[in-house]
């Protein structure tokens, strides 16, 4: 129990001080590339033997990046801005930004012109998915980005690195959807807050070291009795359930977080990148091209909220809670409908 401990805690450090990685893996001699969520092309950096690293935002009162951007935009990529602004981003080679929303297309302008000394490099996936051509569209894409990151590593990336890339990004979210799963056994020591930091310190660490100290962590608790949980049960959906005080009202109230749609946490681990496909970049292209139920992906038929249905069938759940991000239209404007569709299966839910 004590080590079980040990590796939660010290995933919980990685999660509250992801600057301490930075700085660990850039005084080992590694090259690190800022990732802003939420697909962001990372087993390209990883394939080209650089650390991927998680660029979330975070608890701030913005007082800089008013001058390229409004207040009334998505906090996590206000605060982004600030950051970087502010030099917290100092010793990354470069970012790798998907321009998935409307605040993302803006967010690539201000960016440039506000953290002029780390570069950025676009990434645009396409929304109409039917279409013939959005494969061979976006493999493309990858092409592009690759060849800035071969730049930047200094030597190329051949196709061999990319798939053994895809394996370690394969194993991991393999990984992280049985931790999802172990820990519901356990949720008198996995709390919302645990739970969080466990998902949210994979942004941070190179994944197949993320992938060991989670498996760890599983074996562990698999050796321990199932806990009986006697309090509430409930699912997570939105961008990110943060702050931190909003997982401990959970805790304080004996209400416990048994499954998640949310695009910080199993949002992203759900979708397996397949093989045989073609080359790993049209194997990367096709996982985008099988995304289902994310407010980022348009979707010609909506199938998230069935996804929360089942989810909450499946575990059980009391209810669902939607963690609404202001100013996050994509988030915004699915909200309404996964209200409806939960309400039509008699799910309770709080947005």
């Given at each position: 129990?004590?080590?079980l401990?040990?590796?939660?805690?010290?995933l919980?450090t990685?999660?509250?001080h992801?600057?301490?990685?930075v700085?660990?893996?850039?005084?080992?001699g590694?090259?690190v590339v800022g990732?802003?969520?939420?697909y962001s092309?990372?087993?390209?950096?990883?394939?080209?033997?650089?650390i991927?690293?998680g660029?979330?935002?975070g608890?701030?009162?913005?007082?800089t990046?008013?001058?390229?951007?409004?207040?009334f935009i998505?906090?996590?990529?206000?605060?982004?801005?600030?950051?970087?602004?502010?030099n917290?981003?100092?010793?990354?080679?470069?970012?790798?930004?998907p321009?998935?929303c409307d605040?993302f297309?803006g967010?690539s302008?201000?960016?440039?012109?506000?953290?002029k000394?780390i570069?950025?490099?676009?990434?645009?996936?396409?929304?109409?998915r039917?279409?013939?051509?959005a494969?061979?569209?976006l493999?493309?894409?990858?092409?592009a980005v690759?060849?800035?990151?071969?730049?930047i590593a200094?030597?190329?990336i051949?196709?061999?690195a990319?798939?053994?890339?895809?394996a370690v990004?394969n194993?991991?979210?393999?990984a992280m959807?049985?931790?999802?799963?172990v820990a519901?056994?356990h949720?008198?020591?996995v709390?919302?807050?645990?739970?969080h930091?466990?998902m949210k310190?994979a942004?941070f660490?190179?994944k197949a070291?993320?992938t060991?100290?989670?498996?760890k962590?599983?074996?562990e608790?698999?050796?321990l009795?199932?806990?009986q949980w006697?309090?509430?049960?409930?699912?997570l959906?939105?961008i990110t359930a943060?702050?931190?005080d909003?997982?401990?009202?959970?805790a304080q109230?004996?209400?416990?977080v048994?499954g998640?749609d949310?695009?910080?946490?199993?949002r992203?681990?759900?979708?397996?990148?397949?093989?045989g496909?073609?080359?790993?970049?049209?194997?990367l292209?096709q996982?985008?091209?099988?995304r289902?139920?994310?407010s980022t992906?348009h979707?010609?038929h909506?199938t998230?909220?069935?996804?929360?249905?089942?989810?909450?069938?499946?575990?059980r759940a009391?209810?669902?809670i939607?963690?609404?991000?202001?100013f996050?239209d994509a988030?915004?404007?699915?909200s309404?409908?996964?209200?409806?569709?939960?309400?039509a299966?008699e799910?309770?839910?709080?947005?």
């Amino acid at each position: 129990m004590a080590n079980l401990t040990k590796m939660l805690t010290e995933l919980q450090t990685i999660a509250a001080h992801p600057r301490t990685m930075v700085d660990k893996y850039l005084n080992e001699g590694k090259k690190v590339v800022g990732c802003f969520p939420i697909y962001s092309a990372e087993e390209l950096v990883h394939a080209a033997g650089m650390i991927p690293m998680g660029i979330w935002g975070g608890q701030v009162n913005p007082s800089t990046a008013g001058q390229y951007v409004p207040i009334f935009i998505c906090s996590i990529m206000r605060s982004c801005l600030e950051f970087g602004m502010q030099n917290k981003f100092k010793g990354l080679s470069a970012v790798i930004m998907p321009i998935l929303c409307d605040t993302f297309r803006g967010m690539s302008g201000a960016w440039r012109v506000g953290v002029k000394d780390i570069p950025l490099i676009g990434l645009i996936q396409p929304q109409n998915r039917q279409t013939e051509g959005a494969g061979e569209f976006l493999a493309a894409e990858y092409a592009a980005v690759k060849t800035k990151l071969e730049a930047i590593a200094g030597h190329p990336i051949t196709d061999e690195a990319i798939t053994a890339s895809i394996a370690v990004y394969n194993a991991h979210s393999a990984a992280m959807r049985e931790f999802a799963e172990v820990a519901n056994d356990h949720l008198d020591i996995v709390t919302p807050k645990i739970r969080h930091a466990v998902m949210k310190s994979a942004q941070f660490m190179e994944k197949a070291a993320h992938t060991e100290i989670v498996g760890k962590i599983v074996n562990e608790l698999k050796a321990l009795p199932v806990h009986q949980w006697k309090g509430k049960k409930v699912i997570l959906t939105g961008i990110t359930a943060e702050p931190d005080d909003l997982l401990d009202i959970f805790a304080q109230n004996n209400i416990a977080v048994v499954g998640d749609d949310l695009a910080q946490e199993s949002r992203q681990y759900r979708t397996a990148i397949p093989t045989g496909c073609g080359s790993p970049l049209e194997c990367l292209a096709q996982q985008w091209l099988d995304r289902k139920a994310c407010s980022t992906v348009h979707e010609v038929h909506n199938t998230r909220g069935a996804l929360l249905v089942d989810l909450a069938k499946k575990y059980r759940a009391d209810g669902v809670i939607v963690c609404l991000m202001s100013f996050c239209d994509a988030e915004e404007y699915a909200s309404p409908l996964l209200v409806k569709q939960l309400a039509a299966a008699e799910i309770p839910a709080l947005c």
